[in-house]
């Protein structure tokens, strides 16, 4: 087989961005839902009303027994200290285009992670339902926020 330069370059480029490139944050929007649970994913919706006093409850335990802060960082930025070494990166909940998902697609991710990345399952593990709709509110509250 013979490789014209171009395809040549192209092929070292490839090998480098698969080896060496810095990891990235995998498209937000695409749906981590499997299509046949879609629905039913979106038919939850949280009973949490989003209250300043609710949305700090969310972040307490996002820095705290959730330890989501491990990996998304304290403010929510996909920075955290556990988050640097996974590809894909950890979500930052700064991204307005986020408003684009709905709380349950969140909440199917919490409880049954996202396949093939570093976020797991942490509903009912590490954190109760009721817990889990705090810390969603405290994610929404952020896509807002620069
Ligand atoms: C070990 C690191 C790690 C920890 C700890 C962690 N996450 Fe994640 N999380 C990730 C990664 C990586 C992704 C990106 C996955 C992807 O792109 O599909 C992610 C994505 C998400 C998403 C995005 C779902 C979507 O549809 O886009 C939500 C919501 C989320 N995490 C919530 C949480 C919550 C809540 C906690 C704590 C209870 C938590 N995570 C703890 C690594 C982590």
């Known amino acids: ?12 480029a490839t090998a480098f961005s698969v080896n060496i490139g810095s990891a990235a944050e995998k498209d937000p929007l695409a749906p981590r839902v499997p299509a046949d649970q879609m629905a039913a994913a979106k038919a939850w919706k949280n009973p949490m009303k989003a209250t300043p006093d609710n949305i700090a409850k969310g972040k307490e335990i996002f820095n705290g ?9 304290n403010e929510g930025r996909g920075d955290g200290p556990a988050g640097a070494a996974l590809d894909p990166t950890p979500r930052n909940f700064h991204n307005p285009k986020l408003k684009g998902k709905t709380d349950g697609e969140f909440a199917w991710v919490i409880k049954n992670g996202s396949p093939g990345t ?3 399952s942490y509903v009912p593990g590490v954190i109760s339902e009721e817990e889990m709709a705090l810390v969603i509110l405290f994610e929404r509250s952020l896509h807002d926020q620069p």
Do not use: D, E, N, S
């Open 65 to 73: 027994k959730g330890t989501c802060f491990t990996c998304h960082g």
């Open 1 to 12: 087989m013979k490789f014209g330069r171009i395809g040549l370059a192209m092929l070292v």
């Open 118 to 120: 570093g976020m797991i």
